[in-house]
């Protein structure tokens, strides 16, 4: 059963655009939500996170918009560049991390 | 910086073979973590452990089991690998009860079961 869904599958942005990757939740349950970034050959890294009680955390590029009333979360890839092709993973966990489908970001010189 | 270290970027198994999948961390972490990783599917949890000689199902355990005799050293076994455990597989390893959890990850195993 997953717990955490993903979207989209695969994304395609031009350089300089801005990347959209959403995920949903459904346990209320789940207390800290990360990101993890993974290029072709090597393991996921964390990327940012965030927990429930703020609605948007920003590190760089890189922002986390979290909706609660809604269990949805995102990330927001601001001007996009090619070295930001990766597989992106969102996540959840109560006492374990549960981690979504996972997206391939190409960005387009 | 964390190193997690699995012993073989690529694996070529036959049916009904036993596999040894070994993973290595130097940062004393105390949970470790394998976790298989295929397209449209993300990241599914097999097993974990909390500590040495402990250890828990994830959310897919079936034809796998693991062993951590060293604090260091997490393996994931395959007692007769099958065709549908050909997979990418991710060990990663964190420090216990940290408030925000942070996994590190090794580079993976690709394992291919004819």
């Known amino acids: 059963q997953q717990q955490v869904k993903q979207s989209p599958q695969s994304l395609i942005v031009q350089k300089g655009g801005i990347s959209i990757i959403n995920c949903a939740y459904e346990?209320?349950?789940?207390?800290?939500f990360p990101w993890y970034q993974q290029f072709p050959g090597k393991g996921p890294a964390l990327l940012i996170a965030?927990?429930?009680?703020?609605s948007e955390k920003k590190e760089g590029r890189f922002t986390i918009s979290f909706n609660k009333s809604a269990k949805q979360f995102s990330l927001h890839i601001m001007d996009s560049q090619p070295g930001d092709s990766a597989t992106y993973f969102c996540a959840a966990r109560a006492w374990k991390l549960v981690f979504g489908q996972g997206t391939r970001l190409t960005i387009n010189p | 910086d964390v190193k997690v270290t699995q012993s073989s970027r690529y694996l070529v198994k036959r049916t009904g073979e036993k596999v040894f999948l070994e993973c290595v961390q130097d940062?004393?972490?105390?949970?470790m973590f394998w976790y298989r990783q295929d397209p449209g599917l993300g990241l599914r949890l097999i097993y974990f452990?909390?500590?040495?000689?402990?250890?828990e199902k994830g959310d897919i355990p079936e034809g796998y089991s693991v062993s951590r005799e060293k604090k260091e050293r997490f393996s994931l076994i395959l007692e007769s690998a099958s065709t549908n455990q050909t997979s990418m597989y991710l060990c990663a390893s964190s420090f216990r009860g940290a408030t925000n959890e942070k996994l590190f990850f090794g580079s993976g195993t690709q394992l291919s079961v004819l």
């Open positions: 346990n209320t349950a789940f207390d800290y």
């Open positions: 452990s909390y500590d040495v000689k402990m250890k």
């Open positions: 940062m004393d972490h105390e949970n």
């Open positions: 965030i927990r429930p009680d703020v």
